[in-house]
C-alpha cells in the first residue's frame, strides 16, 4: 500500500488493528504461533528477506508455523523511502514466506503486479543491480500474463525462466493469482499483498497460492533435473 501524505493517522490505526486482526484470526485458525512486533535485527528466526527488506524497515504481527506440512511464516512490514530532493513515500505489505521442500535451485525472480512507483524501483535496482526485466521470455505465453505482471530476473538467467514458470504456470497466475506480488528467492517465495486492508480472505488467498506455486515450482525443477 502506497500512504501518500495528508492521510489522516486515524486511518493507518485502524488498517494496522485490522490487518493484525486478519493476522491473528489466520494463526488461530491454521495453529500457527502468532508474536506481536519483532525486531529483525535480533530476532534471526524472524526474518522474512525478499526485495521489501532493508535496514529501517519494521515488522509486526508476525506469525510462523507450517500448513499442509509446509514452513510458512506470514507478518506486516512498512518502511519509508525517498529520493533525493523528494518527500519520502511510506509503504506497507503484508508478506507471506512459503518455503520449498527442497532445493529447487530457481533463479531469483521478481513480479510485479503493476503496483510499484519509480522510488521503489530505484530502490530495488541499488540493492539488485542485476535485476533485468524478462518480459521477451513471456512473450509467447497467455498474454494476460504480461497485462498482468511486470517480470524481473538478474540478466544471466533469464533464459532459464521459462524452465521454472512454465506456460501453464504463469497462465494460472494470470487468471487466478494476479492480485499479489511474488518474489522466489533461494528456497523461499515470498508473496506480497499491498491492499489498504488486507483480510484473512487475503491471507487464505495467498497461502492457496503459495502452496501451489511451492509445488509448481519444486515440480519443474525436478524435471529440469531428470533432462539435464
Not at 521489501?52 to 519509508?80: C, P, Q
Not at 513480479?111 to 540493492?127: I, Q
Not at 538467467?157 to 501453464?168: G, K, P
Request: glycine share 4%.
Amino acid at each position: 500500500m502506497l500512504n501518500l501524505p495528508g492521510i489522516p493517522m486515524l486511518n493507518n490505526l485502524v488498517q494496522v488493528s485490522s490487518t493484525g486482526r486478519a493476522i491473528s484470526q489466520f494463526a488461530k485458525r491454521h495453529k500457527l504461533v502468532y508474536f506481536g512486533k519483532v525486531d529483525h535485527r535480533y530476532d534471526e528466526h524472524a526474518i522474512v528477506r525478499g526485495v521489501t527488506a532493508s535496514a529501517g524497515h519494521t515488522d509486526r504481527h508476525f506469525a510462523v508455523g507450517s500448513i499442509k506440512g509446509r514452513d510458512l511464516s506470514v507478518l506486516e512490514r512498512t518502511n519509508t523511502m525517498s529520493l533525493p530532493g523528494a518527500a519520502a513515500t511510506s509503504y506497507s505489505w503484508v508478506i507471506m514466506q512459503v518455503d520449498l521442500r527442497q532445493s529447487a535451485d530457481v533463479p531469483h525472480i521478481f513480479l510485479d503486479a503493476y503496483h510499484y512507483d519509480e522510488v521503489f524501483y530505484s530502490h530495488l535496482f541499488m540493492k539488485f543491480a542485476n535485476l533485468k526485466s524478462a518480459a521477451s521470455i513471456f512473450a509467447d505465453h497467455d498474454p494476460l500474463f504480461l497485462q498482468r505482471f511486470k517480470a524481473y530476473a538478474p540478466a544471466d538467467v533469464i533464459d532459464e525462466l521459462e524452465c521454472y514458470l512454465t506456460a501453464d504456470i504463469s497462465s494460472m497466475l494470470a487468471h487466478h493469482y494476479y492480485q499479489f506480488d511474488y518474489e522466489i528467492q533461494g528456497s523461499a517465495i515470498y508473496i506480497y499483498c499491498n491492499k489498504e486492508v488486507v483480510t484473512f480472505h487475503d491471507l487464505e488467498h495467498m497461502s492457496q497460492s503459495g502452496l501451489w506455486l511451492a509445488e509448481q515450482l519444486e515440480h519443474s525443477s525436478t524435471a529440469r533435473s531428470g533432462h539435464a
